[in-house]
């Protein structure tokens, strides 16, 4: 998508992300899982947006960093309790452009895919391995790409109806690039709103593979921060890599 970069994602949902995708259950469970893995910590979280893994993680008594390349949702983060606590560096989480080792890096709600290209995610995986204490883990949430509803290299989902409200969501896949192009859609009585995301998507297999040219290995793979079994069947994975 033309004007894209970085920083667009974070800058348009800012304002909307916890409405959205703000689900309190879903980052307890994230941030008990984490929080077992980091102990007292330190650790870092790429792509920290609002907080909403980092803030419940913090309050477990971990020490959390994070980096991001949206200013709108640093501001955001630092609007809430304990947010204004969590040192953030504004940037390109792919570089790992902070000081020191943490016992736990993480990255998120498939944001890892926010880095659109192999070179970029590679890159990422070396420079989350340097950046790891002895011992040190780094988990990876994200989904499993599943072709079964595309048609013609696209989809079209209603995601929400309400009264006065339609959520859609429409992307435009490249199978050769890996990439999508979204846009969330949201049609009212008040207009219409765009929300574009642009990702490149890679199966567990590959990232495995990424892990293994910085070094790192697979030591679990489930199914959601719950520890369900992952299967054939599994929408999404929390993977942990550690040193080989």
Known sequence: MKDYDPATYGDRMAGIYDDWFGTPGDADAAAAFLGELAGPGPTLELGIGTGRVAIPLSQR?????????????????????????????????AKVDVEGRFSLVYVAFNTFFAL???????????????????GGVFVVEAFV??????????????????????????????????RAYSHNIVMGEGGTKLYPVEIRYVWPSEMDLMARLAGLRLRERWAGWNRGPFTARSNFHVSVYMRT
């Open 61 to 93: 008594g971990v020490e959390v960093h994070g980096i991001d390349a949206s200013t709108a949702m640093v501001e955001k983060l630092r609007t809430k309790a304990g947010g204004a606590d969590i040192s953030v560096t504004v940037g390109d989480f």
């Open 116 to 134: 659109t290209s192999q070179e970029d995610q590679v890159r990422c995986f070396e420079n989350v391995a340097g950046h790891l204490e002895a």
């Open 145 to 178: 790409p599943d072709f079964a509803r595309l048609r013609a290299g696209q989809a079209t989902q209603t995601k929400r109806v309400e009264v006065d409200r339609v959520f859609l969501e429409t992307t435009r896949y490249d199978t050769v690039a890996q």
